[in-house]
């Protein structure tokens, strides 16, 4: 289907080149026989020359705008064309990924959605709902009112009632996509940040953070653990304002404004360069009094580790260094030489700068131009001795980033129009990838109700490197270069999911579509007239951002949303509200329970037949109705991956389960899935590791299929006791202190007490029942 449309494209691309070219070529066939016009005597030969002449330099000048002009209209086809290619390209892309499959039928198996407004449903204000609605992508008709626009089939989507306003307020500044002040985006990046589990938790910064200079391995080239990365606190501290544009304090980017500065006043004096501004001069001096400043502190710190190293070997005397070995001797000489080497750059770093500083105060006391132009090379100097290399702007651990002049004046007032354009630009950067697409899907496990969740679709870019070739400067695009993050290259491509809002915002800050599974859409859709009114941006009242959305003119009344968990079914559909985030409303106090164990004596699902009987609902509810698990269930479409994949794995939700039910349960699910993997390595190590408890329960199932009841009543008995035992009959024996546990020897002894004198007041009240 794509490549009819792509060639359909080439062919009306390029019609009206052709229709030019033709259009040039008659007109150059009746301009011709002009020059074959008599003129009498020398006259004529002069008028003949004359007009082939002109005839001439008229063809001439008409070929090179003609071929200018075909240039660029070719180079814009192309450019259309390449952009449609990547579209269809991207589409066949989200669909793999949404729906695990590529339709080639006329119709998709995705529809495009688009942000239509906001509004209620329900039949009153008590059990309405606040909803976000779409449509398919350009299916509005003009209303009967101005600005109001009508629509035939639309999607609501209910909104929490924990976080129904910061949503609203997000949407609206994505919606509107006005540049907003710096004061104003760090207001708003909270309400996207602090979300548990949603797209800033979710985004892969261990894996596709760009690490150039490998900071992120270990001194043998190792990839050092993923917790250890800061890659995701960067990208926080960047939404908390660090490395804003053009409002670092750095040495190097006061330098640098200063630098602009000068520039600006050259440009502006005809005669080339004038007489320095005190105030800008004056703030010149103080940034070199600054570095003069860090080189003294520099070498006093190279200095004292000089000290303490010379102490530390110079304590034990002249026989503590006769016991040294050879090695060890040799490493100190080592630590000692590169001490001193330090302290050596420390003070010929200090005197260079120190130098320039006076040679910045001669030079300004002899006036004149002389003094402008050392200003301008003493800063330039500087500003390339503070220049960073940075992966990306806000990394840690490495100088800050030097601004652009556009960047410093333009973009440090209104760079981004709200919290999701940010984001964007951290994707760019930070993990050299680009934003393809958006996605709606259901997320809910039970059958009956429907939960919408979104995604983003991300896809790796190359790097990009430059080529001198005969003079000329060749940027190139590195396909094979994974930025320092193992096979990540370009091309890869991945969904992060995130709330239903979030993927309707990031879409339209990166203006990509809205995708959702066309069945999903059928399923779930209304069929119903609405009209929704907008905002005239004309009205000075109506700039807030509280009426930028666009607004339902009338409540739907006819539908009931209920919210999940609450054993109510919505009514004449199948949405549901999802549930609040409990986490943001809960206080400290109040979210204490002083009735709860340390550990819970729950032990869910405590045999292998138990466990295999659950379905997936019983699986997921089961882990919504345990205290000890938190986060998200996983999404059906992560359920249809992994059992298309491959049945001898564990799918995401077994394996949020198994750690929180019976540890026998557990190892004898592992050691199922390890045999039919055939690996007996894995086997072995499971079965070295059971647990006594285990042991029992399994000696119990054999005693009982041999038929020896009283012996497997006697195994079952002895479970139930190391069961007893444990703190948390959940985790595998040895993962927590052993201090936590009841002793063994204490409990036998004390059971054996008490059965003996259990027999002993037995045989009193039998007497007593006798008399």
């Known amino acids: 289907m794509f490549k009819y449309i792509i060639s359909i494209c080439i062919t009306v691309s390029f019609t009206p080149f052709l229709l030019n070219a033709a259009y040039f070529n008659c007109r150059a066939l009746q301009i011709k026989p002009a020059r074959g016009l008599f003129f009498p005597g020398s006259t004529a030969a002069h008028g003949q020359r004359l007009i082939s002449s002109t005839t001439r330099l008229f063809l001439n000048s008409k070929d090179e705008e003609f071929e200018n002009d075909s240039r660029h209209m070719i180079s814009r086809k192309q450019d259309d064309l390449s952009q449609l290619q990547k579209k269809a390209t991207n589409f066949a892309i989200i669909e793999r990924l949404l729906t695990s499959s590529f339709s080639l039928k006329e119709k998709s198996s995705l529809i495009q959605l688009e942000l239509i407004g906001k509004g209620s449903v329900g039949p009153d204000d008590l059990s309405s709902k606040n909803c976000i609605f779409l449509a398919p992508k350009d299916s509005s008709l003009l209303g009967t009112t101005r600005n109001s626009y009508e629509y035939s089939q639309f999607l609501p989507m209910p909104l929490p009632a924990s976080g129904e306003d910061g949503i609203l307020k997000l949407l609206s500044f994505a ?65 908390m304002g660090k490395d804003w544009y053009g409002r670092s304090l750095s040495i190097g980017n006061v330098a640098a404004r200063i630098q602009y500065m000068l520039g600006e006043e050259e440009a502006e004096e005809e005669g080339g360069l004038i007489k320095e501004d005190a105030n800008v001069k004056t703030l ?69 700068r120190q ?47 030097i601004d652009t002049k556009d960047e410093m004046f333009k973009k440090s007032i209104l760079p981004y129009s709200s919290p999701f354009e940010m984001m964007k630009e951290i994707i ?9 697409g958006c996605i709606i899907e259901d997320i809910s496990l039970f059958q009956g109700s429907t939960i919408f969740g979104g995604g983003i679709a991300i896809q790796r870019k190359g790097r990009k490197k430059t080529l001198s070739l005969n003079g000329e400067v060749l940027e190139l695009d590195d396909e094979d270069d994974d930025f320092g993050n193992d096979g990540i290259k370009k091309g890869e491509t991945m ?139 996983p999404r059906p479409r992560a359920l249809r991956r992994e059992n298309n994949s491959n049945d001898n794995i564990l799918n995401p939700l077994d394996e949020l389960l198994l750690p929180l039910i019976d540890e026998s349960v557990r190892r004898q699910v592992l050691i199922r899935i390890a045999e039919k993997n055939n690996d007996s390595d894995k086997v072995n190590e499971l079965q070295k590791g059971k647990s006594r408890r285990q042991i029992a329960k399994e000696n119990a199932d054999l005693a009982r299929e041999e038929g020896k009841d009283q012996l497997a009543e006697m195994w079952e008995k002895e479970a139930e006791f190391y069961a007893f035992l444990r703190a948390d009959a959940t985790q595998d024996e040895g993962s927590y202190s052993r201090f936590l546990d009841r002793d063994e020897w204490y409990e036998r002894t004390r059971q054996k007490i008490a059965e003996k004198n259990r027999n002993k007041f037995r045989s009193l009240m039998d007497d007593m029942e006798q008399d």
């Open 175 to 239: 919606y509107k996509g006005r540049p907003i002040s710096k004061s104003l985006c760090l207001s708003l990046n909270p309400l996207l940040v602090n979300r548990d589990g949603a797209l800033f938790d979710n985004l892969p910064y261990a894996k596709w953070t760009i690490d150039p200079l490998k900071r992120n391995r270990d001194a043998a080239q190792n990839p050092i653990d993923e917790k250890y990365h800061m890659g995701k606190r960067d990208a926080y501290n960047r939404f």
């Open 428 to 436: 760019n950067e930070q993990l050299n990838a680009e934003v393809i």
């Open 355 to 401: 130098e320039a500083l006076a040679s910045f105060r001669n030079k300004g006391v002899e006036g004149g131009n002389s003094s402008s132009l050392f200003s301008l090379i003493a800063l330039q100097d500087l500003v390339q001795g503070q220049k960073s290399d940075a992966p990306y702007r806000g990394a840690s651990g490495y100088k800050p980033v």
């Open 495 to 633: 969904i992060v999911e995130c709330d239903f809002d979030e993927a309707i915002g990031m879409a339209l800050a990166c203006g990509v579509d809205i995708h959702m599974d066309r069945k999903e859409w059928d399923r779930s859709k209304i069929v119903a007239p609405i009209v929704f009114q907008k905002s005239n941006d004309g009205d000075p009242q109506e700039q807030s951002f509280a009426s930028a959305l666009p607004l339902l003119q009338s409540r739907i009344d006819t539908i009931v949303i209920e919210t999940q968990g609450e054993g109510k079914m919505s009514q004449y559909t199948k949405i549901q509200a999802p549930r609040g985030r409990t986490g943001a409303s809960l206080s400290f106090f109040n979210g204490l329970r002083t009735d709860q164990p340390v550990f819970d004596t729950n032990i869910p699902v405590q045999s292998l037949s138990e466990f295999d009987s659950l379905t997936v609902q019983d699986k997921a509810q089961l882990l919504l109705s345990l205290d000890s698990f938190k986060g998200n269930l």
């Open 284 to 352: 010149a001096e103080r940034v070199l009094e600054m570095e003069v400043q860090e080189s003294r502190m520099a070498l006093a710190e190279a200095e004292e580790q000089c000290a303490i190293l010379r102490a530390e070997i110079g304590d034990g005397g002249m026989d503590y260094l006769e016991e040294m070995s050879d090695e060890i001797l040799l490493m100190q000489y080592e630590a000692l030489e590169q001490g001193l080497k330090a302290v050596n750059d420390a003070k010929d770093s200090l005197e260079e």
